[in-house]
């Protein structure tokens, strides 16, 4: 069984930082893409960002130059790096990673459980 847990969400003044984190654990024989997305009210689930195996990145409009997008994968881990934050970066932040487990060996999308951001001052 694969999980994905994300840590580091919480409650910022605009303007401030805040670094996820995501660590997938389990039966994993290979991860390729890993990445993450964001759900505000009302709105649809949207890329933020992804990083391939090779560490090539790929960043929404809106959060280019303000968030970075990294992993280890040593140790089967994402992390976002958000400074300069916003108001309208408040969603709920999940994390994705594209990966193959031991069971089948077939590549599928495994999502986290979701971690809040909330920018308000």
């Known amino acids: 069984q694969v999980q994905l847990v994300e840590s580091g969400g919480g409650l910022v003044q605009p303007g401030g930082s805040l670094r996820l984190s995501c660590a997938a654990s389990g039966s994993i024989f290979s991860i390729n893409a890993m990445g993450w997305y964001r759900q505000a009210p009302g709105k649809q689930r949207e890329l933020v960002a992804t990083i391939s195996a090779g560490g090539s990145t790929n960043y929404a409009d809106s959060v280019k130059g303000r968030f970075t997008i990294a992993r280890d994968n040593a140790k089967n881990t994402v992390f976002l790096q958000m400074n300069s934050l916003k108001p309208e970066d408040t969603a709920v932040y999940y994390c994705?990673?594209?990966?193959?487990?031991?069971?089948?060996?077939?590549?599928?999308?495994?999502w986290g459980q979701g971690t809040q951001v909330i920018v308000s001052s």
């Open positions: 994705n990673a594209r990966l193959s487990a031991y069971s089948d060996y077939r590549f599928r999308d495994y």
